[in-house]
């Protein structure tokens, strides 16, 4: 286990007992010295409980994140909502979630796109059907980095339907930018 892991560990315990305001204002710096997906998701743990207690504060922040060109702090954006759902008292917004992700379908970054789907997984969690109804109206963006978990939860036979509509966009998308290049 690393050296800053471990701190991070420690400083979940700590910062439940600061006021709320006082624990974003310091948390809130650290996200920029992450540079690998186990220190943002043990970072998002803490922010995901700041999160509750001072939702405002936080995603305010997120929303600058999520289009900032660090894409650690993008991935921020969308784990830090509810890291794990199971683990939150106050859930955010679907609406927010859902628009923060969607800010973030085409990324092209690959943790970018695993946050996408792990943050559409716990959305399904929480409000299945607003999820499900954001994923067929964005199946064709979704990534094959971001639809494993995505679809984690889903039947067998969603899933497979969902799958087969996906190769169909993919194929109907290739043919449309070969007519593009022929044209041009």
């Given amino acids: 286990m690393s050296t800053i892991y471990a701190a991070l560990m420690q400083l979940t315990r700590i910062f439940r007992k600061f006021p709320d305001a006082i624990a974003w204002n310091e948390a809130r710096k650290w996200v920029h010295a992450v540079d690998n997906w186990g220190h943002s998701d043990a ?3 803490i922010y995901a409980g700041i999160r509750e207690r001072n939702p405002s504060q936080v995603e305010a922040d997120y929303r ?6 660090n894409p650690w702090l993008r991935r921020q954006s969308l784990v830090g909502l509810y890291y794990y759902a199971r683990l939150r ?7 927010i979630a859902l628009s923060l992700i969607k800010a973030r379908l085409k990324d092209p970054h690959f943790y970018v796109q695993k ?3 792990w943050t559409l997984r716990e959305v399904d969690r929480v409000a299945r059907k607003e999820q499900r109804l954001f994923v067929e109206e964005n199946l064709g963006s979704i990534s094959s980095t971001a639809w494993f978990a995505t679809s984690e939860l889903y039947s067998a036979t969603l899933k497979t339907r969902l799958v087969e509509e996906r190769k169909i966009l993919r194929n109907n998308q290739k043919t449309l930018i070969e007519r593009k290049r022929k044209i041009l």
């Fill in 115 to 117: 946050a996408v789907g």
């Fill in 43 to 45: 970072l998002s743990g």
């Fill in 89 to 95: 008292k106050k859930i955010p917004s679907t609406k």
């Fill in 64 to 69: 600058l994140w999520n289009e900032n060109t």
